[in-house]
């Protein structure tokens, strides 16, 4: 969120409240503004009253950063997900990890793959324990591949629902929408607006 000057944080919202302020967009390449005029590169601000009910935020600012959320298009998708599953017998992460890459050849369940004991730690280890950190999984292909893991090291979970999944990290790709009016310069401008927001690196000044 943009910084706000202390002078007024607590003061009185009349004549702010309801302002709309321009804070520039960080560009730290120019050229991703290419044709578009300078005036335009702006992120603006609606200032509200802070929403919160509790008695120290009285008196704070809340911006509202001026995006109309029907004009992307948003998808998400996995970036790594984090399996453990355990085998009878003693095996090297190794030699698991060069397994599920060339499975991953004739099944495209996921782009590479990490597997290491349970502290993370993938250097000699040999043991039944394993943390497998799946990349890019395809949802379509993996329980596939699980399957085959299952069978091959006569894993303790005999199927792929059984897995415990121990993390994940979903990626969410925003887009401006395409559409007859919008030219190639607004739809840049709209583009580099919302990931000014979602970064929130913005130098501001209210003077």
Same mark, same amino acid.
């Given at each position: 969120?943009?910084? !706000?000057?202390?002078?007024?944080? *607590?003061? +009185? ?23 578009? #005029? #300078?005036? =335009?590169?702006?992120?603006? /601000? ?18 509202? $950063? ?14 790594? !997900?984090? !399996? ?11 030699? %698991? ?16 793959? /990490?597997? +290491? *004991? ?9 043991? &039944? ?5 799946? =990349? ?6 993996? $329980? ?8 091959? /090291?006569?894993?303790?979970?005999? @199927? ?8 994940? #990290?979903?990626? %969410?790709?925003? /887009?401006?929408? &395409? ?16 990931? #000014?927001?979602?970064? @929130? ?7």
């Amino acid at each position: 969120m943009p910084h !706000i000057p202390g002078s007024l944080v *607590g003061a +009185s919202l009349d004549g702010v409240t309801g302002a709309f302020h321009a804070v520039p967009l960080q560009l730290y390449d120019r050229g991703r503004g290419h044709g578009i #005029e #300078e005036e =335009h590169l702006f992120l603006g /601000y609606r200032i509200l009253p802070d929403p919160g009910v509790q008695p120290r935020l009285c008196g704070r600012l809340f911006l509202e $950063p001026d995006l109309r959320l029907d004009e992307y298009e948003f998808s998400a998708r996995f970036d790594w !997900i984090d !399996i453990a599953v355990t085998t009878p017998g003693e095996h090297q992460a190794l030699n %698991v990890q060069r397994w599920l890459a060339a499975e991953s050849k004739t099944i495209p369940g996921f782009s590479t793959c /990490y597997v +290491s *004991g349970p502290d993370r730690k993938r250097k000699r280890y040999q043991g &039944r324990a394993f943390c497998i950190r799946l =990349h890019d999984p395809d949802p379509r292909h993996l $329980p596939k591949i699980l399957l085959h893991l299952c069978r091959k /090291y006569t894993c303790v979970t005999r @199927s792929p629902d059984e897995i415990r999944v121990h993390a994940l #990290e979903i990626a %969410v790709d925003v /887009y401006p929408k &395409r559409r007859a009016d919008y030219d190639p310069a607004a739809r840049t401008l709209r583009r580099l607006r919302m990931v #000014e927001a979602g970064q @929130s690196q913005l130098a501001s000044r209210l003077d």
